[in-house]
């Protein structure tokens, strides 16, 4: 719980400001955070703040992990299917190549966007 919590205060302060800034050097990276934290064990919350903070740092394949995380845990949730399809969307329209490059399973991608519009 106390990693958690070290991770969301990190997570709110990196995303609640539109420049990047720089952590104080007391402040443990969020990579060290997440070794003792299995990103499968986050909350919802945590997961989507997770995914906007590796979207921002380019981090677009770890980004893509921790929202199908979300989805394939609580995909019937209204308000989760609609974060999952924005990200979709958002990354779906990246150039197919940087995508790749990126590391993220571009079919894969696909055929979850397919699930979300078909509504399974």
């Not at 986050?42 to 981090?59: E, I, K, P, V």
């Not at 590391?103 to 519009?117: D, H, M, Q």
Request: a negative charge.
């Amino acid at each position: 719980a106390c990693f958690e919590k070290a991770l969301r205060v990190l997570l709110e302060t990196v995303l609640g400001d539109e420049e990047e800034i720089e952590l104080p050097e007391f402040a443990p990276p969020i990579d060290e955070i997440l070794e003792a934290v299995p990103v499968q064990s986050l909350n919802d919350d945590l997961l989507t703040m997770l995914a906007f903070h590796f979207d921002r740092t380019g981090h677009i394949r770890r980004a893509e992990e921790a929202i199908r995380i979300l989805f394939e845990r609580n995909g019937a949730d209204p308000d989760i299917r609609d974060t999952v399809r924005s990200f979709y969307e958002y990354l779906l329209d990246l150039d197919e190549t940087d995508l790749r490059a990126s590391g993220v399973p571009v079919e894969a991608a696909r055929e979850l966007w397919g699930r979300l519009e078909r509504k399974e």
